[in-house]
Structures are given as structure tokens and as C-alpha cells.
């Protein structure tokens, strides 16, 4: 069966388009209406809104098949799939404000989003794997929260807030956030990144941050903003990124970056991948406006390995720039100028981590002290990078200013000598 929507930004109308409600797939799209205010991970590289982009984008609205217990949700909601509760939300999401209105039952933005209307925690419990009784509420931000982790989206007095749980193992990611606030807040600006806290409800314990967008802003990860763009063969992917968050207007990409993947190689982050690190967009005027604060450093200290008893175990490929096998020491060589970083306030700092880590009775003592002499070589290993692009910056030879007039030639920058 077909029905018809219309892609909306806010207010704007971006496109009119036919849906398989079977398939839950996009059709065919029967009208563009605004396709600057589309996502950039819906358009081509020459400037259209396509099928293909838009239901791609579409399918990662839904909560991924890898979700634990997702089979049990859907079960318990009587639906066969994910997308289905995104349908029944009109898509909404508290990343952005992306949503689909039908025609035939219009609605308005300001009676709907979940920015400035209540949701009840229903699907909530669901979706962070607690019991949920009665009927369930599907009018809820959870329905579009994306990952692998069990989380929610809640309301605390006013604010909406983000809880997620942890992996099975330790379940030690949750406390890792904590961790890496601890460190974000040694070394980084306020603004450089999304403060986490422990939030326990019942017997479990999370972690919990506040939604960091602000007024009328939507988040465009790295994937989004790359995805239909041909990167140039003289480009790596560093250069790469850093020259399309240049094309929108972000001038202090580089130095945001390096703090955010500084701090990651320091904590051994395994999975800053594209769709978790981005850039913030303003959905009235479309200006870019910052790049998004550092979120979602979970896979950190080495959570994914069982015993770290041997060097192996504390070895990763590092993401998303080294893909093809590179070492995170690597990876943390493509930032240049570190200057930002005040070494000294790491003193002290593997004393904190363990102080925290130390509260989940799920890690063993041995385990603590492995993850001690791995962050203990990883500050040291950041420490002597700094001093080395320190002691790079400083020797940098001036360039000379050569006064010549028309008749003596032209100077040749890299030979130094003159063409007459």
C-alpha cells in the first residue's frame, strides 16, 4: 500500500514523495520543493535530491536490527519492523528536525516535536531494556535513536536527556563517558564538549548526558556531509574531512579535531567512527555554525578486550582515518599543532580514571590495574607528540621576503633560483 508525505524541515517543506508501507521504502519522489534545506547525505554530488539518497537516509532513521533485545520490542509492539515505529512518529528526532507530514492529515511542527512537547517514557523503558506494562506510548523520540547500546531519550525537569546503558561484558563504557569527561574538562574548553554523569534508576546504573543541540540546530555527522562527495585522489581522508568542513564555513575544524582525537588516542577510543563526530547546521538560516562537540567516547580503555594480559589485547585499528590498518600513534600524527594541549593537567589524571572506574563492581582489581598502565603509556605517548610538534613549530624557518624588480626575473620558491 502507498502513502504520500512530505519531507519537512521544521516548517520548510523539502520534498513530496510516494511510501511502501510494506517495504517501508521511498518510491518515487513526486517534487522537490527546498532542496537546500534537505541533509546533506540526500543529495548527489550534482545538487539533486535523490531516491536512492533519501531512502538510504531513511533506513538509518530506524533503530538498527543490531540492537539488543530488539526482536523482544518489536514482539511486544506487534510490529515487523523498526521503521514502523518511525513511521509513527512522523520520523521525529532529537538530533535534528527532520520529519514527514501526511497531506491528507496535515500537521504542524509546534504541536508535534519533542524540542517543546512531552513524551512519556513508555517506549523509553523498551528501547533501554526495562519493563514497560500496559500500553506503550509510540509518540516518543526513541523510536528514531539510533546505535547498538540500549539508551533513551527522558525528560528531567524540563530538560531532555539522553541515558545509556553498557556493553555486556563490563558494562565499563558507561563509566568510560565519565572518564572522558574528566579528561574533555582537564584540557578542553566547555564548549568543546557533551558532559556525562552516572544516573542510576533501580538497580542499574547508566550514563546520562544533556541533548547539546541549541535553538533550531540539527546535527550532520561527518557522513552525512561526505558521503555523496568524490574525494579528490591527491586527498587523504583527513584532508579530506578537513576540507569540507572548510567548504561550510567552519575555520576552526583543525584545531576541533585535534582535541577530540588527542583526547581519544589518550583514552584508546576504538570507534570514533564517521556517524559519531560532526558539525551543527542552523535550519532556518542553513549556516553551519560550529563543530558539534566531542559525544560518544564509550568504546574507551580497552572495554572491548576481556584479560589485557597481553600487548595484543590492548591493540586497535584506529577510526575512522585508519581504516586501512592504522596504528592510533598514526593517526594522532596527522594533527600538527597540538599547542592547545596543557600537558601539565594530565598530572594526576590515571588516579581520577581509576577512582571512577573503580565504582563498577563488574571490574575486577587486576583489570584496574592493566587500564592503568595503558593510559599511563597513552598520556606519555601523547605527552611526547606534543613535544614534538612543539619542537617542530618552533624551528619552522621563516620564509624570506625577496625584493626584486620586474627585470631581475622571477624567484623560484623551491629552487631559490632565478628564471630570467
Not at 515487523?80 to 520529519?99: C, P, Q
Not at 501526511?102 to 504542524?108: I, Q, V
Not at 568504546?299 to 585499528?317: A, F, M, T
Request: proline share 3%.
Amino acid at each position: 500500500m502507498l502513502a504520500k508525505y512530505i519531507l519537512m524541515n521544521k516548517n520548510t517543506p523539502v520534498a513530496e514523495f510516494s511510501y511502501d508501507l510494506e517495504t517501508h521504502t521511498v518510491r518515487r519522489i513526486t517534487d522537490v520543493l527546498n532542496v537546500e534545506y534537505a541533509s546533506p547525505a540526500m543529495i548527489d554530488n550534482k545538487g539533486n535530491l535523490t531516491r536512492g539518497a533519501l531512502n538510504n537516509w531513511w533506513q538509518g532513521r530506524a533503530i538498527p536490527a543490531s540492537r539488543k533485545q530488539i526482536d523482544r520490542i518489536l514482539d511486544r509492539l506487534s510490529l515487523d519492523s523498526t521503521l514502523e515505529l518511525a513511521e509513527k512518529n512522523f520520523g521525529l528526532s532529537l538530533t535534528d528536525r527532520y520529519w514527514i507530514n501526511n497531506p491528507a492529515e496535515p500537521k504542524e511542527w509546534k504541536d508535534i516535536n519533542f524540542f517543546a512537547n512531552d513524551f512519556t517514557d513508555d517506549l523509553g523503558l523498551l528501547t533501554l531494556g526495562q519493563v514497560s506494562t500496559g500500553h506503550t506510548n509510540l509518540m516518543s523520540p526513541n523510536s528514531t535513536l539510533g546505535g547498538d547500546l540500549q539508551k533513551k531519550w527522558t525528560i528531567m525537569d524540563g530538560d531532555r536527556m539522553l541515558i545509556k546503558s553498557g556493553n555486556e561484558m563490563f558494562r565499563q563504557d558507561v563509566q568510560n563517558e565519565v572518564v572522558a569527561t574528566a579528561l574533555h574538562q582537564r584540557l578542553l574548553s566547555k564548549d568543546d564538549f557533551v558532559p556525562y554523569s552516572i544516573y542510576h534508576e533501580g538497580r542499574s546504573t547508566y550514563c546520562m548526558c544533556k541533548n547539546m543541540l541549541r535553538e533550531d540546530e540539527e546535527l550532520i555527522t561527518t557522513w552525512d556531509l561526505i558521503c555523496n562527495v568524490k574525494k579528490p585522489n591527491s586527498m587523504n581522508d583527513y584532508q579530506f574531512v578537513l576540507s569540507q568542513y572548510d567548504r561550510v564555513g567552519l575555520e576552526n575544524a583543525e584545531e576541533k579535531l585535534s582535541k577530540m582525537f588527542a583526547c581519544d588516542f589518550i583514552l584508546a577510543n576504538s570507534d570514533r567512527h564517521w556517524r559519531n563526530f560532526g558539525v551543527m547546521r542552523n535550519v532556518e538560516t542553513l549556516e553551519y555554525t560550529r563543530v558539534a562537540p566531542i559525544f560518544d567516547t564509550g568504546k574507551s580503555l580497552w572495554c572491548w578486550s576481556e584479560s589485557l594480559s597481553l600487548p595484543i589485547d590492548y591493540e586497535y585499528v584506529a577510526k575512522p582515518f585508519g581504516l586501512d590498518g592504522l596504528r592510533p600513534e598514526k593517526q594522532l600524527q596527522l594533527f600538527k599543532d597540538i599547542s592547545w594541549m596543557d600537558t601539565e593537567r594530565l598530572k594526576g589524571f590515571s588516579d581520577e580514571v581509576i577512582s571512577i572506574l573503580e565504582t563498577n563492581e563488574n571490574i575486577p582489581e587486576r583489570r584496574l590495574v592493566k587500564i592503568r598502565e595503558g593510559l599511563e603509556m597513552n598520556i606519555e605517548r601523547a605527552q611526547f607528540h606534543y613535544r614534538e610538534a612543539q619542537k617542530n613549530r618552533a624551528f619552522v624557518p621563516a620564509k624570506k621576503k625577496v625584493k626584486y624588480s620586474k627585470s631581475d626575473g622571477v624567484k623560484n620558491t623551491i629552487t631559490g633560483r632565478t628564471k630570467l
